[in-house]
């Protein structure tokens, strides 16, 4: 499918007889071409109808197109749209232009004015073609100081992720009016050196200059003579557009290198799972090399609750990059870390103080775990050294942390001869949503007052238990817990990697119980998914348990220091996650993801094979009754344009906050539709159906 996006280094920079001139050269070179404007202004009414001026310029060169949406008013597309009651969205104008799309032909999207002209209050028509994620026509107006521009423009559209097919420099103004003053032969001189220079600067960024047309006064689209030289000077760029591109093979050769060489998570190196490959993301969608696109159900494992290519996020990377992208912590401090502390205190249950700066998710478990033991140690209860887990726990794949997961279900019975051995304690049988049951915590407080001795803490995951099995419990489990453990003198960790953030409908799951842990993991979603990044949280009676002991007993200093600890540019990912997160209604949206669905799966219940059905915030859970095969359910999922990935029993979504209803409901239906098939085919669902 081949589809261009043509915008312009401003307005008037001649993007419309360009547009109108391809389409001519595509004809003649025997290609179908339609053109699209996504936004026309200044249009005016002919029989009730309104005429796009642009579009009719192209009919009257002889080209077909259309305009999606129209307003009267010659002005910016935000301000006439807003003049008219209306008010334009990205997501809808980028629908809007998918469907334009057609196999069998060329596609030109001319953009209104250039990269910045603003949609809306937010969005702006480089945030459109980020969207549409097309190769760019970038038409440079012929004038003085358009190095400045076309040199700015190439900077944003790379700073964007949009590949650009080529430019054009073009004429549009005489003399008198765009560079009064000069001479011919001092103007032939500035626009001989422009074309000069944009070349040059082109083959530096491999980005073609492939065409220059000049000023011609006598130019009309309805004038053959005048279509004919432009098309002949567009030729060149037409046969480039024309051109079938195909990846094919460099993505076959890419899938298998990646097969051969490259190990993924949880799978074989000789017999892996199968992967995709994907070319870019936005929003809520992946975008694969092959053309597809996927509605992100995972959200990459749960973290990138933004959805991609948000725009303070990408800046806050870019920015801090040109500045400082690392520096060791050890002895020195940078603004990021100082902003991203400022931030999780003011949002952090009451009590936590202090904030260890580590790279992952298992990390920080490892901090916690040794925050703890050190916590004791500096007591002079060295005794303390063992940990009490939920059955079903997962807190992460590294060693102590594997010592953490249930060593029976989990996923590191493997390891378990070389694991530390902790106790393990049923999980709470009470359900979220239903009325607690005091009796569901007796096989903790019979564990807690046996061990106490011995224990330095008990580590939960609140409320929810994610990679164990997506088992939702009742928060007053957690209040019981927190006051044995006041009682006891037990530590109680709180692992939020998971739940952080917002995703079970308020910023922690710990304020579901209103209780407040001895120590705190956080990550995934810190970031919004750009770096990695975690956090771990201490009171300060932990952190000067610690740090006040002699030197008998530990020095008083914490002895952990990872490499890339506080990295400038996670923590400047992190810092604009969180303003984006706290500017955003993000309890609103967590709550119309419930409410999605909730309705969404409800379907799922009465299907045979299916277990169990749960929604809490933004998490969307169909439980099995036997173990699901991963390939062939993802297989399933892909076919119909979802990407989600089941483990074991578990079938989930956990969508971005910011996917639209649509995107919920494709996800929702495409989970329904897999069970049903399931149910039809020995628990196992068939692509074709």
């Known amino acids: 499918m081949r589809a261009f996006f043509v915008t312009g280094t401003d307005t008037d920079a001649g993007k419309t007889a360009v547009t109108a001139g391809l389409l001519l050269a595509l004809s003649r070179l025997g290609t179908e071409a339609f053109a699209v404007k996504p936004v026309q202004t200044g249009c005016t009414e002919k029989g009730g109808v309104p005429e796009a001026p642009d579009v009719a310029a192209w009919r009257a060169a002889g080209g077909r197109g259309e305009a999606l949406f129209t307003f009267r008013v010659p002005c910016s597309p935000h301000l006439a749209a807003r003049l008219e009651g209306a008010r334009l969205e990205v997501s809808t104008l980028a629908r809007a232009c998918r469907e334009c799309l057609s196999p069998g032909r060329v596609t030109l999207f001319e953009g209104a004015g250039g990269l910045y002209v603003p949609l809306n209050e937010e969005e702006s028509m480089l945030d459109l073609m980020r969207e549409l994620h097309l190769p760019v026509l970038l038409v440079v107006g012929n004038r003085l100081g358009c190095l400045n521009h076309a040199l700015l423009s190439l900077d944003a559209l790379d700073m964007a992720g949009l590949p650009v097919a080529g430019m054009v420099l073009c004429r549009t103004t005489p003399p008198s009016l765009a560079d009064a003053g000069t001479s011919p032969e001092a103007e032939a001189l500035i626009l001989g050196d422009n074309a000069a220079r944009l070349a040059e600067e082109g083959k530096k960024r491999g980005v073609p200059l492939l065409a220059d047309i000049p000023y011609d006064a006598s130019f009309s689209p309805a004038d053959a003579a005048c279509m004919d030289a432009l098309a002949a000077r567009l030729e060149g760029a037409a046969r480039l557009l024309a051109q079938e591109e195909d990846h094919g093979e460099e993505e ?10 490259l190990w993924h998570p949880y799978t ?3 017999n892996p799972l199968p992967v995709l490959d994907v070319a870019g993301a936005s929003g809520a969608r992946l975008l694969l090399a092959d053309g597809r696109e996927l509605v992100d159900g ?25 500045r400082l992208s690392h520096v060791m912590f050890g002895g020195l401090t940078h603004a990021p870390a100082v902003e991203l502390g400022r931030r999780l205190l003011r949002l952090l249950p009451p009590g936590m103080e202090h904030i260890f700066l580590a790279d992952s998710g298992s990390v920080a478990v490892e901090v916690a775990v040794k925050m703890a ?10 005794e303390k050294c063992r940990f009490a887990a939920l059955r079903g726990a997962y807190h992460g794949d590294t060693l102590g942390a594997m010592s953490l997961c249930d060593p029976v279900t989990g996923m590191h019975t493997l390891f378990s001869g070389i694991l530390p051995k902790q106790l393990f304690v049923e999980r709470p049988s009470c359900r979220f949503h239903a009325p607690y049951d005091p009796s569901s915590f ?21 409320v929810v238990q994610g990679a164990g099995g997506m088992w939702f419990y009742h928060p007053s489990y ?7 453990c006041d009682e006891l003198g037990i530590l109680l960790i709180a692992d939020e990697i998971a739940t952080g953030f917002g995703r079970t409908g308020r910023m922690f799951a710990c304020e579901w119980a209103g209780i407040s842990p001895d120590i705190m993991c956080v990550g995934k979603a810190l970031t919004g998914g750009m770096m990695t990044l975690s956090a771990v949280a201490a009171t300060g009676r932990v952190a000067e348990g610690i740090s006040r002991a002699d030197a008998a007993r530990g020095g008083g200093v914490f002895m952990h220091g990872p490499t890339f600890m506080g990295n400038p540019l996670a923590c400047a990912a992190a810092c604009a996650s969180l303003d984006e997160l706290c500017a955003s209604p993000w309890q609103d949206r967590v709550q119309a993801l419930e409410k999605r669905l909730a309705h969404g799966l409800e379907p799922c219940r009465s299907l ?8 809490l915030g933004a998490i969307g859970v169909m439980e099995r009754e036997e173990p699901v095969d991963v390939a062939a359910w993802q297989d399933f999922f892909t076919a119909r344009g979802v990407w989600i990935r089941p483990f074991g029993y578990t079938v989930y979504v956990m969508p971005p906050f910011i996917a639209s209803e649509e995107e919920v409901d494709t996800l929702t239906r495409a989970m329904v539709e897999a069970a049903a098939s399931a149910a039809a085919h020995g628990g196992t669902p068939t692509r074709g159906e």
């Open 478 to 484: 957690l209040r019981d817990l927190r006051a044995l």
């Open 252 to 261: 076959k050769e890419r899938l298998a290198f990646d097969r051969a060489h």
């Open 442 to 462: 007796e096989p903790m407080e019979r564990a807690l007052r046996t061990h106490a001795h011995e224990l330095a803490a008990v580590v939960v995951e609140p």
């Open 608 to 615: 045979p094979g299916v277990a169990d059905v749960r929604v």
């Open 373 to 382: 033991v050190q916590f004791h140690q500096s007591a002079g209860h060295g």
């Open 298 to 322: 995972m959200s990459s494992w749960w973290c990138r609750v933004h959805g991609y290519g948000n725009r303070r996020l990408v800046q806050a990377v870019q920015r801090q990059a040109a």
């Open 268 to 270: 074989s190196a000789l």
